[in-house]
């Protein structure tokens, strides 16, 4: 495909590939520059944010100077990225990663790309300009011993070439130009470093550097146990999941990028940098059935840590630190294609979603069901919680879908019931104190009869968004067919499926996430992969596998997925990668499995 698809110059979010070393993560354009890239962590504020101002909020190029037709694919099972430019002169791979080699991780964040000569001769060009605060501010290029490095305030960037031309500074920024024949390799590196001394290497460490980062992500691999027919998929979802999970804290972040429009110039362009409940859940889930056991203690550790400070109050997402201040603010940027506002910080942190506590609770049961253990401070704590839901499940919340509109959601109640089940499951299990087991069966039962009196629509044929008489459509409420919920109503269950293919379903595979979101924004990725989840396990499993192999055939050409995809067109919409299209994609296949 060719290279030069920028419109307006903003690059389609279907043509961007994600490296990453499990601190932070750039998007890497199909015409080889890098347009996203916080640091020192993911919720760091961008130096490159091409991706939201593409005039002036600074990137890392390269390409061929002439025009050139590309193709790519990650480096077997890693996220290593290879891209393939060939043009009338010849043809050259440039191989990127952010480092993240087998003895011990970076103390800085370093992007490496090696540029290998294949065929003919093909001059090459490169520029490294960075932009300081989501764009804010420009750098200063100056030599420190005898590297170009771009400096601001607490701030440096550290730029190294080998046989990539020679280094030209301008006031603030580096470029260069070289030619690369075949058999040459090239290599350049960028370093960022804040408050701590430069370090500088020389070309063999970096290109070992490179290798071993390769070698770190295959051993990792080597634990997935997936081996079905959408295998290729899930391995790739593994390796993004696992890129997205903080090594310092065990956090999955939702998404490594903010303010990606659900609608071209629309309004919803949300900051996912946080760590949600919700994502924690399915995180744990998907990493258990793939076998990430070190991944699954690490974030149920960070999760139970991070909520008592609010608990028995459970926020919709937190911090990666752990903390629970998110701000909520815009920037003065030009957005995505003049998507504005660009939203910076998330204000559904302040939501009450009942949705958290059965997340809560169902990453619990599942570890401990596992063959794990929560000690006597978890197992109180959690026992507080689910008094808590006790108290509030008939409150109105956001639900799900963080909706300013508070409503009765079924969703929502149907998530309260699994958070006293599974307490009282994990009562019997000895994790929490027996004392409050009836009470939470009790109140369960209760619930139970709330959404089968008051959330099923007998016009509908199917239960409906919420409790309040209106007959609108949720696929979130095929989550509940992850659990028992409706194992004695098979009539029903199915009825909802087929609701919620008719009328909620966009052409093929593709399914909006509520009644009248149409025109706000695309089809959800991971309402179509709980779609086909939910139709295997009610055994209808050749229309699941037609779901699956529909939307897999929908991931990009190195097989990512954004939030949302817009029917018509096939773009990606929202932020880009999204956790939970991949979290989903892994539990479908999974329940196809089973």
């Not at 191989?95 to 103390?107: F, V």
């Not at 939702?254 to 629309?266: H, K, N, S, V, Y």
């Not at 919420?466 to 004695?488: H, P, Q, T, Y």
Request: aromatic share 8%; hydrophobic share 45%.
């Amino acid at each position: 495909m060719t290279g030069t698809r920028r419109r307006d110059g903003c690059t389609p979010l279907r043509d961007y590939a994600l490296i990453g070393n499990k601190r932070t993560a750039a998007l890497v354009a199909l015409d080889g520059a890098i347009d996203w890239l916080c640091s020192p962590g993911f919720a760091g504020p961008a130096a490159f944010a091409a991706l939201l101002d593409p005039r002036d909020g600074g990137r890392i190029a390269l390409r061929p100077v002439e025009p050139f037709e590309v193709a790519r694919a990650y480096v077997g099972d890693t996220n290593v990225l290879e891209t393939t430019f060939t043009t009338d002169r010849g043809t050259v791979r440039v191989t990127d990663a952010m480092a993240w080699p087998s003895a011990h991780a970076l103390a800085w964040n370093q992007i490496l790309r090696r540029v290998d000569g294949i065929a003919g001769s093909v001059p090459m060009r490169w520029e490294v300009r960075p932009r300081f605060g989501y764009g804010a501010r420009a750098g200063t290029a100056e030599r420190r011993a005898g590297v170009p490095v771009i400096v601001h305030d607490r701030e440096a960037i550290a730029v190294e070439a080998f046989g990539a031309g020679e280094a030209d500074l301008a006031r603030d920024a580096v470029a260069g130009a070289f030619t690369v024949g075949a058999g040459d390799v090239a290599l350049l590196a960028v370093s960022m470093f804040r408050d701590e001394p430069l370090t500088f290497s020389a070309r063999e460490d970096l290109l070992s550097r490179l290798e071993g980062t390769a070698d770190r992500w295959r051993k990792r691999m080597q634990r997935c146990s997936y081996d079905g027919p959408w295998a290729e998929a899930v391995r790739r979802s593994a390796l993004t999941l696992d890129l997205l999970i903080d090594a310092s804290t065990g956090a999955m972040v939702a998404a490594p990028t903010m303010a990606l429009p659900e609608r071209i110039g629309g309004p919803r362009n949300y900051d996912y940098r946080y760590a949600w409940v919700r994502d924690g859940n399915l995180t744990l889930e998907a990493m258990q059935r793939l076998r990430f056991a070190e991944e699954v203690h690490l974030s149920l550790s960070w999760m139970l840590r991070t909520v008592r400070t609010t608990a028995p109050r459970l926020q919709p997402m937190y911090a990666l630190d752990g903390s629970t201040e998110i701000p909520d603010e815009e920037l003065p940027l030009p957005g995505y294609l003049d998507s504005r506002p660009v939203l910076l910080g998330n204000g559904a942190a302040d939501q009450l979603q009942l949705g958290n506590f059965g997340d809560l609770l169902d990453m619990t049961l599942n570890y401990c069901r596992g063959g794990n253990a929560i000690g006597r401070a978890e197992g109180s704590m959690i026992a507080g919680i689910a008094d808590r839901v006790c108290a509030i499940w008939r409150d109105e919340d956001s639900g799900i879908w963080e909706l300013p509109r508070l409503r009765g959601y079924t969703q929502s109640k149907l998530a309260c019931w699994l958070a006293l089940e599974h307490a009282a499951d994990l009562a019997d299990l000895g994790q929490l104190p027996r004392d409050g087991a009836a009470r939470w069966r009790r109140e369960a039962g209760a619930v139970a009869r709330h959404v089968r009196e008051r959330c099923w629509s007998e016009r509908a044929d199917a239960y409906v968004r919420a409790d309040d008489g209106a007959d609108e459509l949720d696929a979130a409420v095929l989550l509940a067919g992850r659990g028992s919920f409706f194992g004695d109503e098979p009539a029903r269950w199915n009825g909802t499926i087929d609701a919620i293919r008719a009328r909620l379903g966009a052409g093929g595979p593709l399914v909006y996430r509520c009644s009248g979101m149409e025109q706000e924004e695309g089809a959800f990725v991971a309402c179509s992969f709980w779609l086909a989840e939910s139709l295997a396990r009610v055994g209808r499993r050749d229309e699941a596998a037609e779901v699956m192999d529909g939307m897999v055939a929908r991931a990009n050409d190195v097989g990512l997925f954004a939030e949302e995809i817009d029917p018509k067109t096939g773009d990606f919409l929202g932020n880009m990668p999204l956790a939970l299209s991949h979290l989903s994609l892994v539990l479908a296949a999974d329940a196809l499995g089973d």
